[in-house]
Every structure is written in C-alpha cells, then in structure tokens.
Nanobody, 130 residues
Framework: QVQLVESGGGLVQAGGSLRLSCAAS????????MSWFRQAPGKEREFVAA????????????SYADSVEGRFTISRDNAKKTVYLQMDRLKPEDTAVYYC???????????????????WGQGTQVTVSS
C-alpha cells in the first residue's frame, strides 16, 4: 500500500493562500481515492475534500466540506503520485493540522468519513492569523 507525506503548511494571514501537497510512495497511487482532513486543537478530525482516482465521481457534489466550498480546490497528478489542496481566502478558523488520507477506490465514489480511510500521512500545520 502507499505511504503518504504532506508538505506545504505554514503561517499565513487571513485572506491569503497556501498549497498543500501529499506525495505518495509505494503501491499503485491511481487505485486510491484521496482526501484531505483537518484537526483543530480540541476538535475531532473533519473532512475537507476528496477526489477519485480519475477526478470524476458519481457523487461529485460531495467533493468538499461546506466550510471550504468555493475556497479550496483538490487536485491530483497520478504520474507524480501527488495530491494537492489549493487553499484560497483562508480564514482563522481554517487553522488546523491537515492530513492526507487514502482509501481503495470503489466505483468512483467519494467518502467523507474518517473511519473509512486506512492510510494517513503525518500531517502538516496550517496557521491562519487574523
């Protein structure tokens, strides 16, 4: 199976942008649905965005959490075995550790439940100052 390493986190002012990357090694990257989750201090890990192996999904409307819809964009490059999260118009409430996660692809569906993902990266900190 793949191993995941996130990068690109940092400190940014409100309204700014960051792009997170998640590089996979081992396994066959294109067989996985990829997602981003985040966890703020004292809160549960929550879904941010997901993308199928092909970028096309039956439930495409479930690609983003409501809180990030229109501000964040998930994408992937299967040749580079990397998934990205472009984050624009960042808000202080976006501050969290961001995790990349992988789940075996199934019928092109997207999944937002934490417990359905069995492969996780170590996380990267994103801090948005007001």
């Amino acid at each position: 199976q793949v191993q995941l390493v996130e990068s690109g986190g940092g400190l940014v002012q409100a309204g700014g942008s960051l792009r997170l990357s998640c590089a996979a090694s081992g396994g066959t990257f294109s067989r996985y649905t990829m997602s981003w989750f985040r966890q703020a201090p004292g809160k549960e890990r929550e879904f941010v965005a997901a993308i199928s192996w092909s970028g096309i999904s039956t439930n495409y409307a479930d690609s983003y959490a409501d809180s990030v819809e229109g501000r964040f964009t998930i994408s992937r490059d299967n040749a580079k075995k990397t998934v990205y999260l472009q984050m624009d118009r960042l808000k202080p409430e976006d501050t969290a550790v961001y995790y990349c996660a992988a789940k075996g692809s199934f019928a092109g569906l997207l999944f937002s439940r934490v417990d359905l993902y069995n492969i996780w990266g170590q996380g990267t900190q994103v801090t948005v100052s007001s």
